[in-house]
């Protein structure tokens, strides 16, 4: 598509557009003085002109480009009328747009910076419509510095609140970007899931935009997978809808990909033809993301044909760009390729400084994003924390006072009955001695959930601790996700006595799937909850089968050396819960001949249990029951430990809520 020449428009014309529209609104307000109307409608009329004037900004910032300030004339205009007029709507609108520019110019600082007020101002509006926006695009740049974890966070929020709407645009692009956090994570199968997901929504809509991204995206998963010839199928089909659309930022991404097919197809003149289309179109538009990508695919490609010169010059040029961006991804894959270069020359030195130079753009990529996960996961593991604590602090308080208050109603209704002391002195003991069981009660519950959780972490921390002394990057990266997102259920259900057991089997499948990472997956696992058992709605103590999950792990099957195997099950029997806990290991008879140690670390855990099991039935007045039989007592030529516990079913009425559903950035995109 032909690029067209938009001139900036100076402060007179912008004055010349207001008069314009204001004059417009006027009549229309005369109109309605026709009918009674006395005042003309001011905030109206500036919504009218901050409309137009995003629009004449969205004009001229197609036009210009990388030549156009940001913000432009114009958006600054709509910027100060809507913050004058509290227009909370636009203003995040707004914030939301000079984010997204910013991002595409891989300012991600200032990206961030416009994206979190857009948040802040979008939920003040309520607008679950809006927000989702705001956290789809909260999502991208996230995405862009490789905090992926966050990202997915971001994304999955977006899904939720565009699910909540019904937005179907929302919905698609939400897809489209939890595929391509998913591809950055190479879970490539799992990616393409979720472009087909999103394909199928824009076809639907017969979104031509969203077609010919999600093709495009299908095709590099595709490409990945080795297969080429498809990935070609859909790159076409990708640059086609482009054409249709006058997309040039899509029709320079068709040609990175379609030139990548043909190279990794061995047609390296073919993929030229394509490679420098890209790289025209990218300069033109100020990309420089993607021009650092069309210059280094270009210089790989020269050095396929030993064209060594222009391979160089491309790839200088590529670093150059990269570095000017920050881009530490593409400054170590442009290093690596110049190190292959001059290796291919013989020219040893040069390839050693350069295989040094990204080696260190590795490490910091790792470090980097590490370091950055880990802080935000701390700030809002805090701030969740503290959010619950003062909520759950607040309802204590609001329930003991409602408490007393009705005790006391009681009381003195009694003495104005009655009339009598000795009514009033009893009923004076009774509440006394009701407020003395139940501070009693609550203190040692609190007691026997602080033996349990530093125990716990213990362990957990230990786990992450054999990750980081191999120096496995990727999976102490993958540990810290997973701890995190676990810690945060844990402390949220700390401070209840008793949680659902839908977050029960929650916790106990992150607990699980990290003690499987601890042992590189040297066991498999089955959580099963029996149809008749509501997980919404019935109640279980929290972190009660945790400590025998862990002796299973430890002292069962860790000792065995074989392939190990857990169970836990949840049925019903009557009024009561049968939980059993078992395992494949050497049993526990044998386990404790293995180490006094290990033996008085297990009599503890069967103690706190005990304990909490005795208040359970002193809380409920129903029976409970734990028993422990090595597998050999059953069947003499069967293997393993059986826990098996017995609790009251306790269930809880809930009203339905709606639950809240780099590998190579190269040619990935956003469908917002």
């Given at each position: ?46 919504s009218i002109i901050v409309e137009q004037l ?78 989702g926006q705001v956290y789809n695009q909260l ?534």
């Open positions: 598509m032909k690029k067209s020449n938009f001139m900036q428009k100076t402060p007179g014309l912008i004055f010349l557009l207001l008069v314009q529209l204001i004059s417009c609104r006027h009549e229309a307000s005369f109109e309605s003085d026709l009918g009674g109307k006395e005042d003309l409608d001011l905030a109206g009329t500036d995003i629009e004449r900004s969205m004009s001229l910032y197609m036009g210009g480009r990388l030549k156009v300030e940001l913000p432009d004339d114009y958006l600054a205009e709509a910027l100060d009328i809507a913050t004058k007029n509290e227009n909370n709507k636009q203003l995040a609108r707004i914030y939301n747009l000079l984010g997204k520019r910013y991002r595409n110019r891989a300012q991600y600082g200032e990206a961030m910076k416009y994206h979190q007020k857009a948040l802040a101002v979008a939920t003040k509006t309520g607008d679950k419509k809006l927000l999502g991208v740049v996230y995405r862009r510095i490789d905090d992926n974890p966050t990202a997915l966070e971001m994304h999955v929020q977006a899904l939720s609140l565009a699910k909540e709407t019904g937005d179907s645009a929302l919905i698609s692009a939400a897809y489209n970007s939890i595929g391509n956090v998913n591809f950055n994570l190479n879970r490539i199968v799992t990616s393409m899931e979720y472009f087909k997901r999103s394909l199928d929504l824009s076809s639907r809509m017969n979104n031509k935009l969203g077609l010919a991204i999600n093709h495009n995206n299908l095709g590099e998963s595709l490409l990945t997978l080795g297969q080429v010839d498809s990935a070609l199928s859909h790159f076409f089909t990708s640059l086609d809808y482009n054409y249709q659309i006058g997309s040039e930022v899509g029709q320079s991404i068709c040609f990175n990909s379609i030139g990548g097919a043909y190279l990794q197809q061995g047609r390296p003149y073919k993929a030229l033809e394509f490679l420098e289309k890209a790289l025209r179109l990218n300069e033109d538009l100020g990309d420089l993301m993607q021009v650092a990508i069309s210059h280094t695919k270009i210089g790989e490609t020269y050095m396929q044909i030993g064209e060594e010169e222009l391979a160089e010059g491309h790839l200088k040029m590529g670093f150059d760009v990269a570095r000017e961006i920050g881009s530490l991804f593409q400054m170590e894959e442009t290093t690596q390729l110049l190190s292959e270069l001059f290796e291919m020359r013989g020219e040893f030195s040069k390839a050693l400084d350069y295989f040094k130079r990204s080696a260190n753009y590795r490490d910091s990529i790792i470090n980097e994003k590490n370091i950055n996960h880990l802080a935000t996961q701390e700030a809002v593991f805090d701030s969740e924390r503290q959010r619950k604590r003062i909520e759950e602090l607040n309802k204590q308080t609001l329930q003991q006072k409602a408490e007393l208050d009705r005790q006391r109603f009681l009381l003195t209704l009694a003495l104005i009955v009655v009339g009598a002391v000795s009514f009033a002195i009893i009923m004076f003991v009774r509440q006394s001695q009701l407020r003395h069981r139940y501070k009693n009660v609550r203190h040692q519950q609190r007691l026997l959930r602080s033996q349990m959780n530093p125990h716990f972490i213990f362990n957990a921390l230990s786990a992450i601790q054999v990750y980081i002394l191999e120096h496995d990057i990727e999976k102490s990266s993958r540990f810290l996700t997973d701890f995190a997102r676990l810690m945060r259920l844990v402390l949220r259900s700390s401070s209840h006595d008793y949680i659902s057991l839908k977050e029960e089997t929650e916790i106990l499948g992150y607990y699980l799937e990290l003690q499987r990472l601890r042992f590189s997956e040297a066991f498999e696992y089955l959580l099963k909850i029996d149809d008749s058992l509501d997980e919404a709605k019935v109640m279980v103590p929290p972190m009660l089968t945790q400590p025998f999950i862990e002796n299973a792990i430890e002292h069962g099957i860790r000792p065995s050396g074989t392939d190990g195997y857990i169970s836990v099950k949840f049925t019903r029997e009557g009024d009561n819960m049968i939980v059993e806990v078992g395992d494949n290991g050497i049993g526990i008879d044998a386990s404790k001949k293995v180490s006094e140690k290990e033996k008085g670390h297990e009599s503890m855990a069967i103690k706190i249990t005990r304990e909490r099991l005795e208040m359970l039935r002193r809380d409920s007045g129903r029976n409970t029951d734990l028993i422990i039989l090595d597998k050999k007592q059953i069947n003499p030529f069967d293997r393993g430990t059986l826990v098996r516990i017995t609790l009251p079913v306790v269930e809880i009425e809930t009203s339905p809520k709606k639950q809240p559903k780099k590998s190579q950035n190269k040619a990935v995109r956003e469908l917002m």
